[in-house]
């Protein structure tokens, strides 16, 4: 840069989506804050964390965008998908229709996203396996439909969401 440093920087924009109440604030706390709680204030809007990472002698500056509630508002959506780079698309496995709904999800998507965003398919709340409605090859089977990366994951006991970031940082870091 014009400092005269010869690290290179980015800046990537990671926005979540899917149903209300799958857990998109649960792992975008987790990856960044490295916590989880029961119950989050609702809030309106849109949230926007950062985090700065080091991958491969670079410096990363991600951007995480949360819907925090705006899922209603289509207006809000068209917003929230300008510029993104990455983009995870959550259901929850105890919850069948949050996987039927990823139908329009990916419509919402291929309408509103950057054509070349990278997307991957996450099952979050795999610590209630008691209560699953939808089963890990299920996931795999719609995850192989839409060609993109899958992961069941837990942000409350912290399964599989650093590893699914990582997944979505190698594949930006490939692409650009
Ligand atoms: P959002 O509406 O998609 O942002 O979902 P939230 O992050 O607000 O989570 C909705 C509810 O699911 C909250 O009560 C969370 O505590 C709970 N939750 C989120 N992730 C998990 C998880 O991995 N396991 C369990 N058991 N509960 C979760
Ligand atoms: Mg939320």
Not at 38 to 46: D, M
Not at 131 to 137: A, Q
């Amino acid at each position: 840069g014009s400092s005269g440093s010869r690290q290179e920087h980015s800046t990537w924009k990671i926005i979540v989506v899917g149903d209300m109440s799958t857990g998109k604030t649960s792992i975008i706390e987790r990856y960044c804050d490295g916590h989880f709680m029961e119950y989050y204030k609702p809030s309106t809007g849109i949230d926007l964390k950062k985090k700065i990472i080091n991958y491969e002698n670079k410096t990363i500056f991600l951007n995480i965008w949360d819907t925090a509630g705006t899922e209603k508002y289509q207006s809000l959506i068209q917003l929230y998908y300008r510029g993104a780079i990455g983009l995870f698309i959550v259901y929850d496995i105890t919850n069948l229709n949050s996987l039927h709904n990823l139908e329009f999800w990916m419509k919402n998507i291929d309408d509103f996203a950057p054509s070349n965003v990278v997307r991957i398919l996450i099952g979050n709340k795999c610590d209630l396996e008691s209560n699953r409605k939808v089963s890990t090859e299920e996931g795999q089977l719609v995850a192989q439909h839409f060609g993109i990366p899958f992961f069941e994951v837990s942000s409350k006991n912290n399964l599989n969401v650093d590893d699914s970031f990582m997944k979505m940082v190698s594949m930006i870091n490939e692409m650009e």
